[in-house]
């Protein structure tokens, strides 16, 4: 696995913490769903569809593979993904997310993380039985601002 050499993270935009991604992912996938509304015409063998908009979603997975000797690293990493899911009680909302890789993803790109599944691997009785590995697959949605036009999903 290729490390990514400090130049692929995500970053909570409210308070600016980075979580370093170590090993670049095998595979994001990308993903744009369409909703239509089916209007149904008296008399009409078939519906007429109306556009009610979409959503844009990424899938990635992580792996993070403890640097510490104490194996505290994969844990702490894990457990900040799964709190930036949750909005601080009726304070503030979940965190919404900046993804830096490369010029693959925009810096106007904001994405709030939907879903969390850690699998941690490689426990030991001699570190209190942390885990050395854990393997995580993300889901983020696209969270914009302004109504996207086709322009926004074109390169460049």
Same mark, same amino acid.
């Given at each position: 696995?290729?490390t !990514? ?5 995500l970053? *909570? ?12 992912? !095998? ?7 369409a909703n239509? *509304?089916?209007?149904?015409i008296?008399?009409?063998?078939n519906p007429?569809?109306q556009?009610t908009?979409?959503s844009?979603?990424?899938?990635l997975?992580l ?11 994969v ?8 709190s ?12 919404r997310?900046?993804? !830096? ?9 904001i ?9 941690y ?14 393997t ?19 390169w460049?």
């Amino acid at each position: 696995m290729a490390t !990514t050499e400090g130049k692929m993270y995500l970053t *909570a935009l409210s308070s600016l913490k980075k979580l370093e991604i170590q090993y670049v992912p !095998t595979k994001l996938g990308i993903s744009r769903g369409a909703n239509w *509304a089916e209007i149904a015409i008296l008399g009409r063998n078939n519906p007429i569809y109306q556009y009610t908009g979409g959503s844009n979603s990424l899938h990635l997975t992580l792996d993070f593979y403890s640097e510490q000797d104490n194996r505290e690293d994969v844990v702490e990493k894990c457990r900040l993904l799964e709190s930036w899911t949750m909005n601080n009680g009726f304070d503030e909302p979940p965190e919404r997310i900046r993804l !830096t890789f490369g010029r693959l993803f925009k810096a106007t790109e904001i994405w709030l993380i939907e879903s969390v599944d850690i699998d941690y691997k490689m426990f030991a009785k001699d570190f209190g039985s942390l885990p050395k590995q854990a393997t995580v697959e993300v889901s983020l949605i696209l969270d914009t601002v302004k109504n996207r036009s086709i322009n926004d999903a074109l390169w460049k």
